[in-house]
């Protein structure tokens, strides 16, 4: 139990930090135009969510493989779900383009 913890505890930090180096340094560019307004163009750059949820998957394929989902998935899952909410909480790939 304690064991699934930590390792819940350092997915969230793994997952945490891809989400936050996918939103500074997107590779793929992969972008939504959420609105305007007079400030500029607000904007969501999708590549740290995209990569977040690649790496989700992968750790729940090593884990199916290593027959390990019915105990250490719940735990990466609600890691990935933490992660996820606290990267939009901290507006994470959000953008604000200036107009011009």
């Keep these: 139990m304690i064991k699934n913890v930590i390792f819940a505890i350092l997915q969230f930090v793994v997952f945490i930090l891809v ?16 609105g305007t307004t007079p400030d500029g163009t607000r904007v969501f750059v999708m590549d740290g969510a995209v990569l977040m949820t690649a790496l989700f998957l992968v750790i729940l394929g090593i884990e199916a493989a290593r027959k390990r989902i019915a105990t250490a ?9 933490l992660a996820a909410v606290a990267g939009f909480a901290a ?10």
Excluded: Q
């Excluded at 998935?73 to 779900?81: E, P």
């Design 19 to 34: 989400f936050l180096a996918g939103s500074l340094l997107p590779p793929f560019h992969l972008e939504h135009i959420l």
């Design 73 to 81: 998935g719940l735990w990466t899952s609600i890691a990935f779900a």
């Design 91 to 100: 507006k994470f790939g959000f953008l604000t383009r200036p107009l011009g």
